[in-house]
């Protein structure tokens, strides 16, 4: 595999680019979803190729294929090199890129069960027993849902500055949900999240360790309960997320706006540019002293954790890099273009792509919100009057990343340290540095949520991504009930 890639390499060079870079991908996935009693989907798809990515006269240009041999590579670069002759000639400044260590190395994911190895019948046995326990919760309990999904994912990548990486990914996780109809109204309820399940870095030994069965029976429950609850009540109170919902918060408000590309405009898709410009690095007050917002793919620390790995597609290797730190805003999530512009010594390794045929974008990794030191009971007791929201339900937010508003799937009213009465409809609304800055209390009970279904660019690119949080508490906050 490394002959072929370097042959594409020494091509580019002849013919006069300043860099290039292969990226080799054999992907395999495996998607399941069952809904009442009946299987949706069950497929398996393997898909494999190869991208070049060339700089010639200051510019980019990239080109792929899903067929890898001589006469292909070399057709294949020729025309990255064109793409990049053409972009030249309407650029406005030459692309410089950010030193990198040069390294060879091979790594994987940690698992001990290949998920493809599992039989479908095996599979299907365990979801659709989960997704009859939905319905036998309660007659209300209109429509029951599983989903599941597993990929296998093996990377090369050759640079023409004398990097080699091979890297074996495997990831899955699984879900279910509920909706409970009654006279006319909908409820929905979702565990462990609303994004089709939680998903990790591990193989089959993780949905095992979900007890979908256990988790389909309080899903049943919980949506029909909710039918019978109060509507949340609107106005400004102290707001109690728990870590699934703040994994969203900060996937939207700090995730999305740090992306360097989206500051520097050169991406702007799916509501994206950013209001933490350049001249308010190091300046802006983005949150309370106690918020600390954090960029740490590292495997060696999170090496189950669906955003982690050890290079990004350019072969840079990850770091780990404050955002956020005690409040001020301090860092971005950078590639080696971007870390010049924005004057940084070295790309701190955000760049992915979610195929052989795409082009790398800034990506989101494992970006978490560091634990505090309340135990989440205290949170609870310390709080005199207030409004508890989980499960993500909605979201919408402005192309800034500023003005925000979330919906949740259930809410508790808190009275004297004590959950009392069971909400439906719960909706918050903030703005972001506003919002950050009531955070008032973190807890300790620190969890990393897995989201494989993140969108950016054009065409789309689908990716993975992580984020660590823990209960959290903020005050004044405006709420209000949806539908």
């Given at each position: 595999m490394f002959d072929l890639m370097e042959r594409a390499v020494e091509k580019g060079l002849k013919l006069g680019a300043t860099y290039v870079d292969i990226r080799v991908v054999r992907n395999s996935s495996e998607t399941v979803k069952i809904k009442n009693g009946a299987v949706e989907e069950a497929t398996i798809k393997v898909n494999s190729g190869f991208g070049v990515r060339v700089l010639k006269n200051g510019a980019w240009g990239f080109y792929s294929s899903n067929k890898m041999d001589k006469d292909v590579i070399d057709e294949v670069v020729e025309t990255a090199v064109k793409i990049a002759e053409a972009s030249a000639t309407r650029s406005k400044k030459p692309v410089k890129l950010a030193p990198v260590k040069i390294v060879e190395d091979k790594w994987r994911t940690p698992w001990t069960k290949d998920p493809f190895d599992v039989p479908l019948e095996d599979k299907l046995e365990l979801f659709l027993e989960a997704d009859k326990t939905i319905r036998e919760q309660s007659d209300h309990v209109k429509i029951s849902m599983v989903s599941y999904e597993a990929r296998k994912i093996h990377k090369w990548f050759v640079s023409s500055e004398g990097s080699k990486i091979k890297a074996e990914i495997v990831f899955c996780g699984a879900g279910v949900s509920a909706l409970a109809i009654k006279n006319g109204d909908v409820q929905r309820r979702s565990l462990p999240t609303s994004f089709g399940g939680n998903y990790v870095k591990k193989g089959w030994e993780y949905v095992d360790s979900l007890n979908l069965v256990e988790l389909a029976e309080?899903?049943?429950?919980?949506?029909?309960?909710?039918?019978?609850?109060?509507?949340?009540?609107?106005?400004?109170?102290?707001?109690?997320?728990?870590?699934?919902?703040?994994?969203?918060?900060i996937h939207e408000s700090c995730g999305h706006p740090t992306e360097a590309d989206r500051v520097l405009g050169t991406e702007a898709s799916y509501a994206g540019t950013s209001f933490l410009t350049p001249d308010k690095l190091g300046k802006l007050k983005y949150g309370s002293e106690i918020v600390n917002i954090v960029m740490d793919p590292s495997p060696e620390k999170y090496p189950e954790a669906l955003g982690s790995y050890k290079y990004d597609d350019e072969g840079v290797p990850v770091k780990k890099t404050y955002l956020v730190k005690e409040g001020l805003f301090v860092g971005y999530q950078l590639s080696r273009e971007t870390a010049v512009e924005l004057g940084f010594e070295e790309s701190n390794g955000a760049m992915r792509a979610d195929n052989w045929n795409r082009i790398p974008l800034i990506r989101m990794s494992l970006i978490s919100l560091d634990p505090g030191d309340w135990k989440p009971e205290e949170i609870f007791e310390d709080t005199k009057d207030g409004i508890y929201m989980e499960t993500n339900k909605s979201w919408s937010i402005d192309d800034k990343r500023l003005n925000f508003q979330f919906g949740c799937e259930l809410a508790w009213k808190i009275e004297n340290g004590e959950k009392k009465e069971l909400l439906k409809n719960p909706v918050y609304q903030g703005i972001t540095p506003e919002f950050w800055g009531n955070c008032d209390a973190i807890g300790k009970d620190f969890f990393i949520w897995g989201l494989p279904n993140c969108g950016k660019g054009e065409p789309p690119q689908v990716m993975w991504v992580s984020h660590g949080a823990s209960t959290a508490r903020f005050r004044n906050i405006m709420i209000f009930s949806g539908r």
């Open positions: 309080r899903t049943g429950k919980e949506a029909a309960m909710l039918l019978d609850a109060k509507p949340c009540p609107a106005g400004k109170t102290t707001l109690i997320l728990d870590s699934s919902q703040l994994a969203l918060q």
